[in-house]
């Protein structure tokens, strides 16, 4: 695996907007800034619909309506989340692209987008001032503690080689 990346880790080494990520003192911190905040803005959202899920917060809107609420700003935030992502691995391709957790990172991001797909289909078939089916409130709470643990990888990667 990690010779197969090698060559790509090569070509991104040699782009000059790495250069320029590299030799502006702020931008890395910025970039991560902007990654914080998005995840900020993905988790909020998850966890307000996990706890409308299991009843706790915002009762007077359905589960649906909730989600409808939020379905906007998750997507921008997930771009958002991809794009930063993205130069934070243009940056430093050794230390993102050879580092077992980042891997894993990415494959929980895809499991759980697909789960959050889900969700999101199962709402939208459901009428907004319908409640929701159990198995539904349920995918909410899975799809909020997925995305905690996408964070905690994000997080770790630094201490994992
Ligand atoms: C969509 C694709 C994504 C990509 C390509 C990506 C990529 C990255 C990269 C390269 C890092 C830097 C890790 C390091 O070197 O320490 C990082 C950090 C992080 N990511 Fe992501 N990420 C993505 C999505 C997400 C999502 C969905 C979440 C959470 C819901 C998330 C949460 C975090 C966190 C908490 C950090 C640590 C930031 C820090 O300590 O400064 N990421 N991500």
């Known amino acids: 695996m990690d010779a197969w990346l090698q060559p790509l880790i090569d070509w991104l080494n040699g782009l000059p907007l790495q250069a320029t990520i590299r030799e502006t003192s702020w931008a ?38 909730w989600q409808a609420r939020f379905g906007t700003s998750t997507v921008l935030a997930l ?10 691995i243009l940056a430093e391709p050794e230390r993102e692209l050879l580092n077992w957790l980042f891997r894993a990172k990415m494959l929980l991001v895809i499991v759980t987008l697909l789960l959050a797909r889900g969700l999101a289909r199962a709402l939208r078939a ?6 929701a089916r159990p198995g539904v409130r349920l995918l909410a709470v899975v799809v909020f503690a997925a995305w905690i643990a996408v964070a905690m990888a994000g997080r770790w990667i630094a201490y994992v080689g």
Do not use: F, K, N
């Open 28 to 65: 890395l911190p910025l970039v991560q800034t902007v990654h914080i905040l998005a995840v900020a803005i993905v988790l909020t959202a998850s966890l307000i619909i996990a706890l409308r899920g299991i009843g706790l917060v915002g009762r007077d809107w359905s589960l649906a309506r």
């Open 79 to 88: 771009w958002t989340l991809l794009g930063t992502g993205l130069l934070m």
């Open 126 to 131: 459901t009428r907004t001032d319908r409640p």
